[in-house]
């Protein structure tokens, strides 16, 4: 797939509400669009109505929800591989990732633990993690591991409580002595004639020239300080010798649960794409997708870009009521007629299935397509610099054409649109006249270029376009002067947006009313009917 369709779907529109919450589920989420695999989309769905039956279940208890939502984002990623060693850190994660799994499988029954593969992790392991009364996501190296280790930590608040009496009692001699004290500093600057005699201060200060006026100070440590020092060095050695013996000999099962802490994390993934999956089904009414070989049938389908879009103008959107056979379909119309959204409304639906999600529609049958591909308006051209629109567009049609073997969803709006009518239409006759003969292709093609062969085995429709009947109806101030917004409320009451089929030879185009509607002069539309009415 094309990042073009995805992005000509507006598909970025639900899919950026599809929220997974652990590092396995976001990171699943950026590897799967779309999914090729019915059988793996029919599971994903299976999956998505388990999670929508717990929702269900706890429809009425918020704080259930609220607690498995919660554990959930509470799940850290786990180190890459096993390893000899963990680090503490690398503990702290397997121990985070312990509790909160064993929490998560407490709030879900039974039948839902089965069905995605949850399960308990080896026994022992929380035991072992919460030695010396840890908290339940937090971990350090704690003296009951290890007696030895207990006291190499005893002996090191010993010397440090020692080496802490020693620096007060240094402090107040100096103080006393010369009025100052190092407060932590490693050297301070004083005036010379602080220091009185530099010989008697020799025994307590290290005492070097700065400039004319001023000492450098340093405290000079005692043999007792000096004792003290290198017995703390000592311990901390040992003590970081004895921490390294412990997480060895805490990695050793950790190391052995490995695979069952991944497998883990993977069943955890597919429980919390389905439950994002399920919530967002649930919010904006999503229904599931039928997956079949058969014709691609449409009922009630929304493009929720257009719909919000809709919404803030004030005007009523129409749903998708539609079906596609294989092969080749021509959607002709007129400007804000509805047929681009009828391509991007399939192309919507199609991706948000093959993405794994429900969809927003009440029926949505449909096929799954191993290529989907648009061609049109709207991509990136810096591959492409030096082509003309045209050029552009035949770029994109031969990327195209090349997966035309296999299932594939193709969708063309107002290809050809850049050049003569008379070729566009030509160019369109035949790949219509090659479409034909590809079932394995469902192809849509939005167009205004009515002069289109009328070939066996395409199927040719039209937007219902303007109500004509009702067009007297408006109001002055929505046809008159409105602003235009109104004037989009306005047409938007008049026009029809439902496909009907196109008889041959039918000319009807609405381009000159709508023109008129918003707002182009009565006399210009007047004389544009004129000449249309000379050419016909």
């Known amino acids: 797939m094309s990042r073009d369709v995805w992005t000509y779907a507006g598909a970025d529109d639900l899919w950026l509400r599809f929220l997974p919450q652990t590092p396995f589920g976001r990171a699943a989420k950026a590897r799967m669009i779309p999914m090729t695999e019915r059988s793996v989309l029919e599971e994903r769905y299976d999956l998505t109505d388990a999670a929508l039956a717990l929702l269900a279940a706890h429809d009425g208890d918020r704080v259930t929800l ?131 005699d530099p010989s008697l201060a020799a025994t307590f200060l290290d005492l070097e020239p700065w400039d004319a006026s001023r000492l450098c100070v340093r405290p000079r440590p005692g043999a007792e300080a000096l004792r003290l020092a290198e017995e703390t060095t000592t311990l901390l050695s040992r003590e970081r010798s004895l921490e390294a013996q412990v997480l060895a000999a805490i990695s050793a099962p950790l190391r052995e649960a490995i695979p069952d802490f991944l497998d883990q994390a993977r069943a955890i993934e597919g429980f919390d794409l389905a439950l994002a999956g399920a919530s967002l089904a649930k919010e904006a009414g999503l229904t599931r997708p039928f997956l079949h070989d058969g014709e691609i049938v449409v009922e009630r389908g929304r493009h929720l870009p257009t719909e919000a879009l809709c919404e803030s103008l004030g005007t009523t959107y129409t749903p998708l009521d539609a079906t596609f056979d294989g092969g080749p379909t021509v959607v002709f119309g007129s400007n804000m007629g509805g047929k681009t959204v009828v391509l991007k409304t399939l192309a919507f639906l199609q991706l948000t299935a093959q993405a794994g999600l429900f969809v927003p529609a009440e029926r949505f049958a449909t096929r799954v397509f191993r290529y989907l591909h648009y061609v049109g ?122 496909l009907e089929p196109d008889a041959p030879g039918e000319r009807r185009s609405d381009a000159i009313t709508v023109a008129a509607l918003l707002g182009l002069s009565p006399a210009l539309a007047r004389r544009a009917e004129d000449f249309l009415n000379q050419d016909n």
């Open 66 to 196: 609220d607690r498995i939502h919660h554990h959930l984002k509470r799940l850290p990623r786990l180190p890459v591989a096993s390893q000899e060693a963990f680090d503490e850190v690398e503990v702290f994660q397997l121990k985070k990732f312990l509790f909160n799994h064993r929490s998560l499988l407490a709030l879900l029954p039974e039948a839902l633990r089965q069905r995605f593969g949850l399960k308990e992790l080896p026994g022992g392991l929380v035991e072992l993690l919460g030695t010396g009364r840890q908290g339940d996501e937090s971990f350090y190296i704690a003296d009951a591991y290890d007696p030895e280790l207990a006291e190499v930590r005893r002996a090191l608040r010993e010397t440090g409580a020692a080496s802490r009496r020693l620096r007060e009692e240094y402090d107040v001699a100096v103080f006393a002595r010369w009025g100052f004290t190092f407060g932590g500093h490693a050297f301070l600057l004083v005036p010379r004639e602080r220091i009185e």
């Open 377 to 498: 308006e709207g991509r990136e051209r810096e591959e492409g610099r030096g082509l003309s629109g045209f050029g552009f567009e035949i770029r994109q049609f031969n990327e195209a054409h090349a997966d035309f073997g296999g299932e594939t969803l193709a969708l063309f709006d107002e290809f050809a649109r850049t050049t003569s009518s008379g070729e566009a239409e030509a160019l369109l006759s035949a790949i219509l006249e090659e479409l034909a003969q590809r079932p394995r292709v469902v192809a849509l093609f939005s167009t205004h270029f009515r002069g289109v062969r009328r070939l066996a085995g395409v199927r040719y429709l039209r937007m219902g376009g303007l109500d004509r009947s009702r067009l007297d109806l408006a109001s002055p101030e929505d046809s008159g002067h409105a602003d235009l917004a109104a004037r989009i409320r306005h047409i938007d009451r008049q026009m029809r947006f439902c």
